[in-house]
């Protein structure tokens, strides 16, 4: 009996999208986050289209690397804070974080690691990276970040968890600590120092220079490069045990009360009122 084959079908290839711009050059795709009107911030949808857009990079053999970037004056704000304070205001959960919603997928599910890729990736950083457009941009082997960018997290000033295990293991932890407790943001310049990003350039450069970086890589064997990134992933990843509970005490922290009073802090533009409960 022949064995069945799932050769790459390239009509598979995401279009018709709506928050994401998805572009192949030669060897090398681009990915654009397009919510240029709320900074770049994700919700259910935009991670819905994310996903599609790695899922095709990783099945594609013709794409060797990709790039990350975003529209506008922003590399992606995080979570789309307003979104997640109009559910909660409905009484409803937003569609990923809803176990009922064919759209459940705690965290969003549109980082590079949701689907395993394990293709390199370059981050054209062109404006500010919060939250989970930072783990999205740490997630990315090679970075080049905008001269006037800055990187935060954010996520505690919304009464939220997000994945600072990961900040912690990608970045030096003093850094890492200073973003998931302070709330503190990191200069281009900064990121430069400790070896955060690769290159930093005026914001009209970025994307070329990112593109330079996806060329060097496309010059060097696919196959070797996937291995290497799969190294990188391996030596990086934790523990099952740990990343399950990440997973639980962030959903519990963020279904607390202070973690409704986060969003709707945030969406009605005041210094929310924490009552630790």
């Known amino acids: 009996m022949p064995k069945p084959e799932s ?5 598979s290839a995401p279009k018709d999208l709506t ?3 998805y572009e192949k050059k030669n060897h090398v795709a681009i990915v654009t986050i397009n919510r240029p009107e709320v900074r770049n911030a994700l919700h259910t949808y935009a991670y819905r289209e994310l996903r599609a857009c790695w899922q095709d990079i990783g099945r594609d053999p013709d794409i060797y690397v990709g790039i990350l970037t975003g ?23 937003t569609p990923h974080e809803d176990p009922n919603s064919p ?7 549109g980082q590079p690691q949701d689907v395993n890729l394990e293709k390199p990736l370059v981050a054209a950083i062109n404006g500010l990276a919060v939250g989970v457009g930072l783990n999205m ?10 001269d006037d960018a800055w990187l935060g997290d954010q996520h505690t000033v919304v009464g939220r968890l997000g994945s600072p295990h990961e900040m912690y293991n990608a970045m030096p932890r003093t850094a890492a600590a200073y973003l998931s407790l302070c709330n503190g943001r ?21 994307l070329d220079s990112a593109l330079q970086l996806a060329e060097m ?8 490069a996937q291995g290497v990134v799969r190294m990188y992933r391996m030596t990086a990843a934790f523990p099952p045990s740990l990343s399950t509970y990440a997973r639980h005490l962030d959903q519990e922290i963020a279904e607390t009360d202070d973690g409704e009073e986060g969003a ?3 969406a009605e533009k005041r210094k929310p009122v924490w009552q630790l409960r």
Not at 137 to 146: E, N
């Open 217 to 224: 890589v496309c010059a060097g064997s696919p196959l070797a």
């Open 103 to 109: 759209d459940f997928h705690w965290g969003g599910g």
């Open 264 to 266: 709707r802090a945030f």
């Open 186 to 206: 990191l200069t281009a310049q900064e990121c430069l120092q400790w070896a955060i990003v690769n290159r930093v350039v005026p914001k009209e450069q970025v």
């Open 137 to 146: 941009a740490l997630q990315c082997q090679l970075r080049v970040m905008a």
């Open 7 to 11: 050769p790459y079908n390239p009509a």
């Open 71 to 93: 529209t506008g004056q922003a590399f992606c704000a995080g979570r789309d804070i307003k979104f997640l304070a109009q559910h909660r205001a409905a009484g409803t959960r």
């Open 19 to 21: 928050f994401i711009r």
